[in-house]
């Protein structure tokens, strides 16, 4: 877009065409913005002269993107993003008093150590702020923290995403969970052939796939027996507590059940949890404040 076409824009109209491509739906544009949805329509008519495009067309489905739309809405975002930021940073912001939402992206075995002590925090601290937890691909995280739409993530440290900051959270052993009456529960430490001879629980979001444990056995050029694959760690342990299978679990969720726990009897990488949060907000008042109370809750 020309300097001087833009100069003669309405900066407004951008927030404008945000909304729509994140709603798909005039309506629910104008909802989110505050306006009325003729507002909208005439905003949305004033970026199609300005642009010589429809921007959006109307589906059975809602307001589906052009190809221009798609071509520029992640350099609008970030802007709109990166003003945001700035305004934000030069307000102070009081916890006691604050009402805001914090979007938070993380898998259940974060939300299970998380999200407990963090309730009771905010509760304590600041009341007016309530959470919303739900889980971001990792290729999403990115576009997600910069357009706002996204708080702070919990995941694995994320190299190529040069734009965000990222603090470690917690290195994490991984353990052998049997339940407590299970045969083997008496022994001292399970050798590799016991392991080995196990039916074992598997977690992963992913249908198919190899997770940490079995990369480490198949560079020992060995394998181990699945007969359970689960989506999230919180079910697992209870399935154990109930059969003669074993979990492979980090150790900070091992230890809140009432099982046996065994080193394993071979070497596998520590997870490593990162909290990671844009550049854009790294100075925002609230963003710090909320920085702060989650590295302290995980210090603990």
Not at 9 to 19: E, G, I, P
Not at 31 to 44: C, D, G, K, M
Not at 192 to 203: E, M, R, S
Request: glycine share 4%.
């Amino acid at each position: 877009m020309a300097g001087t076409q833009l100069q003669q824009m309405d900066m407004n109209l951008f927030l404008v065409m945000d909304a729509i491509y994140r709603q798909g739906n005039l309506t629910r544009a104008a909802e989110q913005l505050h306006i009325t949805q003729p507002a909208v329509s005439n905003a949305l008519a004033r970026l199609r002269r300005s642009l010589a495009d429809p921007l959006f067309i109307r589906t059975p489905s809602g307001m589906s993107p052009t190809p221009l739309t798609e071509s520029i809405i992640p350099q609008v975002q970030q802007a709109l993003a990166l003003l945001d930021g700035s305004l934000s940073a030069q307000s102070s912001f009081d916890p006691a008093t604050a009402r805001k939402t914090l979007r938070l992206s993380m898998n259940d075995m974060a939300e299970t150590l998380l999200l407990p002590p963090l309730l009771e925090e905010l509760e304590r601290r600041a009341p007016g702020i309530s959470v919303e937890s739900f889980y971001v691909p990792r290729d999403q995280l990115a576009r997600e923290l910069a357009t706002n739409t996204l708080d702070f993530g919990l995941d694995i440290p994320l190299a190529t995403a040069t734009q965000l900051h990222q603090q470690r959270l917690l290195n994490d052993r991984y353990l052998c969970m049997l339940r407590q009456d299970h045969p083997l529960a008496t022994e001292e430490r399970l050798s590799l052939d016991q392991y080995l001879a196990l039916g074992h629980v598997h977690v992963s979001s992913r249908r198919t796939g190899p997770g940490v444990a079995d990369i480490a056995l198949n560079k020992l050029g060995r394998r181990r027996a699945i007969k359970l694959r689960v989506q999230h760690y919180r079910v697992a342990p209870l399935v154990v507590m109930r059969t003669d299978l074993a979990l492979t679990v980090p150790a900070s969720l091992a230890g809140q059940y009432p099982v046996r726990l065994f080193e394993l009897p071979f070497q596998i990488p520590q997870m490593d949890w990162h909290l990671l949060w844009h550049r854009n907000q790294h100075k925002d008042p609230a963003n710090q404040w909320v920085r702060r109370l989650l590295l302290e809750l995980f210090s603990r």
